[in-house]
C-alpha cells in the first residue's frame, strides 16, 4: 500500500486484537478510510466492512481493497495490468505537472503515468475493476516518486527510487468469503447516519494539514482531469477550497461531536494521535458521556518524512523535527456501558 502519514500499519493488530474482545461485533464501518488498511485488516479477519472516505483516491483504495473480491476480478484485472505495463510513455498532464513543473517524478515515469491513466480511462471499466487498475497505477507511482512521504514538496536530488521504471502489479485484493462489503465516498457525518454497524472506527484528520493538500498528487491521477495549480508543489486549486473542519483547531471538536452524535452502533473506536488538536481531556469529554471508555496507547515512530527532515516546497531541507515518536491512543466506547472484556480501564 502506498506511503502515507497517518497510516495505522503498527497499530493494525492492536486494533484488531481489540475489536475481537468485543462481543457481537459482526459489522465495522470504518469512517475515515484513508488507504485503508484497517478496513482491508478487518476483512480478512472476517468482518463485514463499510468504508467511507471524502477523497476520490481513497474511495478508490477503500474500492479495491475493502469492496472488491478477488475472484470477481483477479483474471481479467492481471490481463490489464499487464497490457498496461507494455504501454510506451505518452506525456500528458502527469508529465507537465509533475516532471517538468515540478519533480515529483521523472519524465519516463510521468509520461508513462499519463499513458496508464489514459487507457484505463478508455476501457471504460465497471467500478470495481477500475478501481483495482487505478490502485495498482498508484501503487505503482508511489514507488518511483521523489517525496518524503508527502506531496507538500518533492526532494531537491532525485530520491534511488525515482530512477526505477514504473511497474503496475496486482493489488493485494481479498477473497470476499461470502461477506457484504461496500465503498462509499462522502462526509463522515453524512455516512454515520446512513450506515449502520455493530462498530465504527473513527480515525480522523488530527491537525491542520489536510490529505488533500498531502497527496493531491493521488487526488489527481485518479479523477484523472487537470486542474489548475498553484506553487512549486503544483498543488490543485480546490485544495484552497475543499477545507475540512477537522483541520482547523477552532472547529474540530465540534465536528467529531457532531459525527459521534449521528452514530448508533453499540461500539465506537477512536484512534487520535498526541500531536492532535484534541487533548486527551478534550476526547474523554466528548466520549464519556456516551457510555463506557477505556484507553490503549501505543508509541509508534512518526512518518518518513518527518524522520528524514523538514524541507520547503522546493525540496531544500530547511530544519529538524523535535521529536520522531508520537503517541496513539485508541479510545474504546460501549454505549451499554457494560465492561469490556480482556480491556484495561485507561
Not at 239 to 245: D, I, M, Q, T
Not at 268 to 284: A, H, K, M, P, Q
Amino acid at each position: 500500500m502506498i506511503k502515507y502519514i497517518g497510516s495505522k500499519r503498527i497499530l493494525v493488530p492492536t486494533i484488531l486484537e481489540l475489536i475481537s474482545g468485543l462481543d457481537g461485533v459482526r459489522t465495522v464501518v470504518d469512517l475515515f478510510s484513508g488507504t485503508s488498511r484497517v478496513g482491508h485488516a478487518l476483512k480478512r479477519a472476517g468482518y463485514s466492512v463499510h468504508a467511507n472516505d471524502l477523497l476520490a483516491y481513497a474511495s478508490t483504495l477503500a474500492t479495491c481493497y475493502v469492496e472488491t473480491d478477488r475472484e470477481d476480478v483477479e483474471h481479467e484485472a492481471r490481463q490489464l495490468i499487464d497490457e498496461f505495463n507494455r504501454l510506451p510513455g505518452e506525456p500528458g498532464y502527469v508529465h507537465a505537472t509533475f516532471a517538468i513543473a515540478s519533480r515529483y517524478f521523472r519524465e519516463d515515469n510521468a509520461a508513462r503515468i499519463d499513458a496508464v491513466r489514459e487507457a484505463i480511462t478508455q476501457k471504460q471499466l465497471d467500478r470495481r475493476l477500475e478501481a483495482v487498475c487505478l490502485t495498482s497505477l498508484l501503487e505503482a507511482a508511489d514507488r518511483v516518486d521523489s517525496t518524503t512521504g508527502v506531496q507538500m514538496a518533492y526532494l531537491k536530488d532525485w530520491a534511488p527510487r525515482a530512477k526505477r521504471p514504473l511497474e503496475l502489479r496486482m493489488p493485494a485484493v481479498l477473497t470476499g468469503r461470502g461477506r457484504t462489503c461496500t465503498a462509499r465516498r462522502g462526509e463522515a457525518v453524512d455516512a454515520a447516519r446512513e450506515l449502520d454497524a455493530d462498530l465504527f472506527y473513527l480515525d480522523p484528520p488530527y491537525n491542520q494539514h489536510s490529505y488533500l493538500g498531502n497527496y493531491h498528487v493521488w487526488e489527481t491521477i485518479v479523477l484523472g482531469d487537470e486542474p489548475e495549480h498553484y506553487g512549486k508543489a503544483c498543488k490543485r486549486v480546490d485544495c484552497r477550497e475543499r477545507k475540512s473542519a477537522f483541520n482547523r483547531k477552532t472547529t474540530a471538536a465540534a465536528a467529531l461531536e457532531e459525527v459521534l452524535r449521528t452514530i448508533r452502533s453499540r461500539y465506537v473506536i477512536v484512534s487520535f494521535n498526541d500531536e492532535g488538536f484534541l487533548s486527551d481531556d478534550t476526547l474523554r469529554g466528548l466520549l464519556e458521556p456516551l457510555g463506557s471508555v477505556h484507553v490503549v496507547s501505543a508509541g509508534q515512530a512518526r512518518y518518513v518524512g518527518a524522520r528524514i527532515g523538514v524541507y520547503n516546497p522546493s525540496g531544500e531541507k530547511v530544519g529538524q523535527v523535535g521529536r520522531l515518536r508520537n503517541e496513539e491512543r485508541i479510545y474504546v466506547v460501549d454505549r451499554r456501558a457494560d465492561p469490556l472484556r480482556s480491556l484495561a480501564s485507561g
